[in-house]
């Protein structure tokens, strides 16, 4: 079996492998840009591994795997320029390097390699999977526009906020791990109970996300910290702080996230400072290791030897840094 | 067989008929509007039309037509906020009416319902036409990004406009014919006929869209007219009149067209007469003639009855105005 490292190899190597039509250059520039800048490649390491847990061999995987990566970076250039996001990985953004209609156009050809990926799937499995990876990129598209509906809105409940991660972000990790399985031979039970599992990953991931913003170090984040707090993010820690604070700590913190002119530097701090007092950080990581005991509980009814699973055990505990 | 207003009506109905996942409505209300601001749906009704020169039953090729106009009016939504277009159809422009995010969010949601619409295609032929079209759709983003390049170069040769709206528009045309010769159960040989069929016609149509700009009634065609001219844009019109235009002329049509703050109805009456003096609508009309011959080249070889080839001639006659 492959471990976690060995699979992010072969996915970097399939990145770097991928034809283009380069009849006009400028339009692949960006995609090779974004596609080299780096990123965990968690998604398609999660497909190939979700696929070894049924099968040794790997090979029809990636592709599909890939293309679960590519799509994954075009939803970031396209969202990018949504939220005027200046640095991904720190690195700038597409349309900060080049332009908005670059960053458009060149995040749209991503959605159609992304395609030709899932169109390379072994036939026994092509239909099904590609199925399932629209199915979440419909989903996806869903969660953004929640995401940008939640900014406008004055509350948003701790469950609104799970629904929209949960299609934002948790779908395409439960799409990629069912991805992987169906390939790699898993009966429908099993590729269903990895999609659960990949979900429940999904949603711990974002909220561990949430907290990096937050309490995150800059140069592994990749993006500019307290991100979140100045734009008035109603994020996982926000919607709990809401909920949990009291007289002036209340309406200290709700005008804090009505300003948009305060110094930012002061109000990321006067913010995690109420965070702080109200233990957010502590609550979001329980709500965060939740999920990864549900994923876990997911996981431990698919039908393979127990012993298979270790590197799975392994992704779902490093997402919350209990094995950091 | 049926007829090209039947085709119409079973394709408007099939896009009335699409199911959404409308958990996010704002995602979706520029998806329905877009798609029923009207439009010719000269794409499926060229796939409907072609699937029917092999069969009379049309009905497994209508989700893929679908798909094929979804995909057609994804890139409209995005090209129209690259060239910050206000009006299509007679209609505000998706951007224009909401803003550039919905419209870049919109947009990505309907290449995946495009998806969708393929993954319908029968089993026997889905994959094969879904390479067709996501080999187009690729081909569509390449020349976008081509004409975008050629709004700032100097020169651009026939050559290359031709080359560039073969991919920006004649690969959509030749992708749905072949598709829907592909579902009627044409072979390789007629598929690929009516492939090169579907890009003549396409040619023929861009160059006849780039007199419509020039010569077009402004109700029917649905944009503001002159405005290639206003832009700078270097149509075949253009190309075709600095080749021939000398002395004085060549000095004039240079200046309009370095100009950008020049009382717009000044300078499209002015380039028009020069355009006038130069017979530039004839030489176009003489030039999207040729690829409409060409077109019924590649028609008459397909191995069916010529005589259930009449709607499609009549079809290629219509777009450049010979039977109207």
């Known amino acids: 079996m492959y471990n976690h490292s060995e699979l992010k190899e072969v996915i970097d190597k399939a990145i770097v492998n991928l034809s283009y039509n380069t009849e006009a250059e400028k339009l692949i520039d960006p995609v090779k840009y974004v596609l080299s800048i780096g990123g965990k490649r968690l998604r398609p390491v999660l497909a190939l591994m979700a696929c070894n847990l049924f099968s040794d061999k790997i090979d029809e995987a990636i592709m599909p795997a890939t293309g679960l990566e590519v799509f994954h970076n075009f939803t970031l250039v396209h969202d990018d320029i949504m939220d005027?996001?200046?640095?991904?990985?720190?690195?700038?953004?597409?349309?900060?390097?080049?332009?908005?209609?670059?960053?458009?156009?060149?995040?749209?050809?991503?959605?159609?390699?992304?395609?030709?990926?899932?169109?390379?799937?072994?036939?026994?499995?092509?239909?099904?999977?590609?199925?399932?990876?629209?199915?979440?990129?419909?989903?996806?598209?869903?969660?953004?526009?929640?995401?940008?509906?939640?900014?406008?809105?004055?509350?948003?409940?701790?469950?609104?906020?799970?629904?929209?991660?949960?299609?934002?972000?948790?779908?395409?990790?439960?799409?990629?791990?069912?991805?992987?399985?169906?390939?790699?031979?898993?009966?429908?039970?099993?590729?269903?109970?990895?999609?659960?599992?990949?979900?429940?990953?999904?949603?711990?991931?974002?909220?561990?996300?949430?907290?990096l913003d937050i309490y995150g170090d800059v140069k592994v984040f990749g993006k500019i910290l307290g991100g979140d707090i100045v734009v008035n993010k109603k994020t996982f820690p926000y919607i709990n702080a809401i909920e949990r604070a009291e007289g002036t700590q209340l309406k200290e913190l709700q005008k804090l996230f009505s300003e948009r002119d305060t110094d930012p530097d002061v109000k990321v701090k006067e913010v995690i400072n109420i965070y702080d007092q109200l233990n957010i950080k502590a609550i979001t990581e329980n709500f965060a290791s939740k999920y990864i005991n549900l994923a876990f509980e997911f996981l431990d009814k698919v039908g393979i030897d127990q012993k298979r699973k270790c590197e799975m055990v392994h992704m779902a505990n490093s997402l919350i840094g209990r094995d950091r």
Chains 1, 2 share one sequence.
């Open 84 to 211: 005027q996001a200046l640095l991904r990985r720190n690195f700038q953004t597409v349309h900060n390097k080049w332009n908005t209609s670059q960053a458009i156009l060149s995040g749209d050809v991503m959605a159609f390699i992304a395609n030709e990926c899932f169109l390379q799937a072994p036939a026994n499995s092509l239909l099904k999977v590609f199925r399932v990876f629209n199915k979440a990129a419909i989903e996806v598209c869903t969660g953004q526009q929640l995401d940008m509906d939640y900014e406008k809105a004055t509350i948003v409940t701790q469950k609104e906020y799970l629904r929209m991660i949960e299609l934002k972000t948790a779908v395409l990790f439960a799409a990629s791990a069912k991805t992987g399985a169906i390939i790699g031979g898993a009966d429908d039970k099993d590729a269903d109970l990895l999609y659960e599992y990949g979900k429940n990953l999904g949603l711990a991931f974002q909220l561990q996300d949430d907290l």
